[in-house]
């Protein structure tokens, strides 16, 4: 497909589970971004991954949370004994760089029970 | 700190008619990008338009229209001759040039909902 890619697109899990949410973006897209949307909420910024460079990971709101992407391929989400206050969508984004416009995936919504 | 306030949290309009979706933001750098993104119940986020900080004219794409305040730091969008499909939430968006690296920074959004 042509366009970013998530999977699973819901996810219910227990609390104190792990989850591990997957992004797949366009091909060719440097830039790689994780959001996060609560209920009626704007998106909140996670992570920025830019080629091979360091991560940002200046919006993880906790230690629980880590990401990983190989080159300019997959990323992944990780969050860790999952809370309540996880339940949200998640959404990733790519861009050919920085700053650019961002092409959003369709999002996974994890609910924690 | 940056910040992107819309302050309406929901909007009715007639259809066919023009309506304007406030947004305000605050950043202390001079090199900064402004976005409007749709979403609908769906839940996707599609991106309607852009304005670069030292974009002299307003964006236009067809019906979307940015009209960028500088000095008074106002990012308004201008739906003219609305459709039904038009009803979704709006969110205005931001990013830093001066050395972030390029996330986006969102208000909390704006409901439109378009009468027929």
């Known amino acids: 497909g042509a366009g970013v890619s998530q999977s699973p697109s819901n996810k219910v899990t227990e609390k104190g589970k792990d989850v591990e949410l997957r992004c797949d973006p366009i091909?060719?897209?440097?830039?790689l971004y994780w959001y996060r949307q609560r209920l009626g909420q704007g998106l909140e910024f996670l992570i920025y991954f830019q080629g091979n460079s360091a991560p940002d990971k200046s919006g993880l709101p906790s230690d629980r949370f880590s990401a990983e992407r190989t080159g300019e391929s997959v990323s992944t989400l990780t969050i860790q004994r999952t809370q309540q206050e996880d339940s949200a969508v998640y959404l990733c984004a790519s861009s050919t760089l920085a700053g650019g416009e961002q092409f959003f995936g369709p999002g996974t919504r994890l609910t924690v029970l | 700190a940056q910040k992107i306030t819309q302050t309406q949290p929901g909007m009715f309009v007639q259809e066919k008619e023009a309506v304007t979706l406030d947004c305000t933001y605050d950043?202390?750098?001079?090199?900064?990008?402004l976005f409007w993104y749709k979403q609908p119940s769906s839940g996707e986020m599609i991106f309607l338009i852009y304005q670069g900080s030292y974009d002299e004219q307003n964006a236009t794409e067809g019906r979307y229209s940015l009209n960028f305040q500088k000095a008074r730091k106002s990012a308004n969008l201008v739906i003219s001759a609305s459709q039904l499909g038009d009803s979704a939430m709006y969110f205005c968006?931001?990013?830093?040039?001066?050395?972030?690296?390029?996330?986006?920074?969102f208000g909390k959004g704006t409901k439109l909902s378009v009468k027929p």
């Open positions: 950043t202390s750098d001079q090199s900064y990008g």
């Open positions: 968006a931001m990013t830093n040039y001066g050395g972030s690296q390029g996330n986006l920074i």
């Open positions: 091909s060719g897209h440097t830039a």
